[in-house]
C-alpha cells in the first residue's frame, strides 16, 4: 500500500486560508469516510484533528475544516494563525484485502 | 490526567529484540482499540498494529508480520510490542494511539528504537 500523497509545503500570511489536499485511491481515500488528519509540531506527538472526514473533535477551532471528493481529501486551515505552523498528515483506512491504515507524506504548513 | 505514556525504546542490534510497553491513565483503556504508529527519524507516519478493546482482534502491518506481537492487559491499562528479529529499517519513534472508531484520537509522546551495530 502506497503512502497518500500531500503536497511537501505550503505556506501563507496570518488570516489567510490555506488548504492540503490529499490524494489515494479507491481502495483508501475514495473507498472509506474514515480519512483524519493530524497537527504534528517539531518533536511533539501527533494530534487528532479532523476524523470521518469532515468531523472535528472536542477542543480543536472551527478555523480547520476536511472535506473529499473522490480519491482527494482536503484540509482547508482558514485564518491562519502563528501556532497553526507545523506539519500535517492525512490518514485513510484503507482495508480492502486486510485491515490497513495508510498516512499521507505529509505536509509543513508555514506561516508567512 | 488523559494520557498515553510509552517505554522500553533502546538501542539494539539487527537481529535482537525490544519490548515497548505503553501505559495509559485518565480514560476507560478497555474501551479502545489501540495501535502502535511509528515515525523513522524525518520521515512520515506508519501504521504498525492494531488490537481491538478486548484484545481477541489483531492485525499487523506486512512490513512487521511475523516479527512483532502486539498484545495488552486492561487490567493494568497497559499496551504492549514485542519486536524480534529487528532490522535497521525498524529504526523509529513509536507511539502508542488510543481510538474510539477510525481515527486515532490520543497519542503518547513516543520512544525512540534505534537499530544499529
Known sequence: QSALTQPRSVSGSPGQSVTISCTGTSSDVGGYNYVSWYQQHPG????LMIY???????????????S??????????????????????CCSYAGSYTFNYVFGTGTKVTVL | QVQLVESGGGLVKPGGSLRLSCAASGFTFSDYYM????????KGLEWVSYISSS????YYADSVKGRFTISRDNAKNSLYLQMNSLRAEDTAVYYCAAAA???FDLWGRGTLVTVSS
Do not use: M
Request: glycine share 10%.
Open chain 1, 44 to 47: 511533539k506527538a501527533p494530534k
Open chain 1, 68 to 89: 473529499k471528493s473522490g480519491n482527494t481529501a482536503s484540509l482547508t486551515i482558514s485564518g491562519l494563525q502563528a501556532e497553526d505552523e507545523a506539519d500535517y498528515y
Open chain 2, 55 to 58: 484484545g481477541s482482534t489483531i
Open chain 2, 101 to 103: 472508531d477510525a481515527s
Open chain 2, 35 to 42: 495501535s502502535w504508529i511509528r515515525q523513522a527519524p524525518g
Open chain 1, 52 to 66: 470521518d472526514v469532515s468531523k472535528r473533535p472536542s477542543g480543536v477551532p472551527d478555523r480547520f475544516s476536511g
